[in-house]
Structure formats: C-alpha cells, structure tokens
C-alpha cells in the first residue's frame, strides 16, 4: 500500500507561480511512475503531467506545456509540479497519483495509488 500526502496548494493570482509536493511512503518510491491530475468543480479528471519512475521522461498536458514542470527526488519519496504563469483556468483539486510501471502514463485508470488532493485557487 502506498500513501500520498499533497501539500503547497493556496490562492494565487493570475500570472502568479505555485509548487506542488507530493510525499509517498513507499519504500521503493524510485519504482514508481507519478502523475498529477486535476479536477475543476463540474469537470472531469484530466491529465496533467506525469513522470517516469527515474525521472528521465516526462509528459504534459497541451494546456500546461511550457507553463508546468514535473519532477522528483527519489531519495526524499516526494513528486513535485512547478506551475507558472497561472490562469484562472488552472483552478482545481490536484491529485498525484502512482503506480509500479516503467512506462508514463497519462490516463487516470492506469494509476493505483491517489491522494487526497490539494486546492489551487487562481483568481484574475
């Protein structure tokens, strides 16, 4: 069993940044591909990025690319997602999620493990 705790989710205005942690308790986090979603009040899951389990491959999200950034450290369990340049758009609970796979995946149904989700509040 894994657990994942998110934290540094808040209110920030447009154009402001905000990083995401997540911390696993796996002992074997380093086997472990992580991802990040998101869901708007109304909206669906959706993909955000997601992180391979040595951190050398990542994938975004067309409405994150170039604005989010996904990374790790494998010796302190914990996942992180740097977002910049935030819209109000971006508003939502943000889940990070796991699974024991050398692949990336991008699809919420291929994960095993979530958290409980932090709250990211852009005003414009």
């Known amino acids: 069993q894994v657990q994942l705790v998110e934290s540094g989710g808040g209110l920030v205005q447009a154009g402001g940044s905000l990083r995401l942690s997540c911390a696993a308790s796996?002992?074997?986090?380093?086997?472990?591909?992580m991802g990040w979603f998101r869901q708007a009040p109304g909206k669906e899951r959706e993909f955000v990025a997601a992180?391979?389990?040595?951190?050398?491959?990542?994938s975004y999200a067309d409405s994150v690319s170039g604005r989010f950034t996904i990374s790790r450290d494998n010796a302190k369990n914990t996942v992180y997602l740097q977002m910049n340049s935030l819209k109000p758009e971006d508003t939502a609970v943000y889940y990070c999620?796991?699974?024991?796979?050398?692949?990336?995946?991008?699809?919420?149904?291929?994960?095993?493990?979530w958290g409980q989700g932090t709250q990211v509040t852009v005003s414009s």
């Open positions: 999620a796991a699974r024991n796979i050398a692949a990336v995946p991008t699809t919420g149904s291929a994960y095993d493990y």
């Open positions: 992180i391979s389990r040595g951190g050398s491959r990542q």
């Open positions: 796996a002992r074997t986090f380093s086997t472990y591909a």
